[in-house]
């Protein structure tokens, strides 16, 4: 009867263990096409990676450079500005003294 106990708790296991067998087969079989497409991921990422490491450093440069665009632009309106005072200041000047000959003018030919 041993034997025969030992046989019977044999089958049971076997029918058992036999759905759970299948089971890991399965999922052996995906674990094999998932691993090849991991390997062809990995290279992947490591070239988003770079891409996007070049893309930060475009960023820098870009912000690096409006940075110095702004103060470029504030300097060179500051300079603008300063030239058109100066002219103004100058055809002022000029404008002065021709209006100063015509007073001297007047004055000279109303004591006349």
Do not use: C, W
């Not at 296991?13 to 052996?28: G, H, S």
């Not at 930060?56 to 603008?80: P, R, V």
């Not at 002219?87 to 004591?111: F, Q, W």
């Amino acid at each position: 009867m041993n034997n025969e106990l030992k046989d019977a708790l044999r089958s049971v296991l076997r029918e058992e263990l036999q759905p759970i067998n299948k089971r890991l087969d399965t999922i052996n079989k995906r674990l094999d096409t998932i691993e090849p497409r991991l390997n062809t991921i990995e290279p992947r990422l490591v070239t988003i990676e770079t891409r996007m490491n070049v893309i930060d450093q475009g960023l820098k440069e870009i912000k690096i450079g409006q940075e110095k665009f702004q103060k470029n632009m504030i300097e060179s309106l500051g300079q603008y500005t300063d030239k058109i005072a100066e002219h103004v200041d100058v055809k002022t000047e000029v404008l002065n003294k021709r209006v100063y000959a015509l007073e001297t003018e007047v004055e000279r030919l109303t004591r006349q």
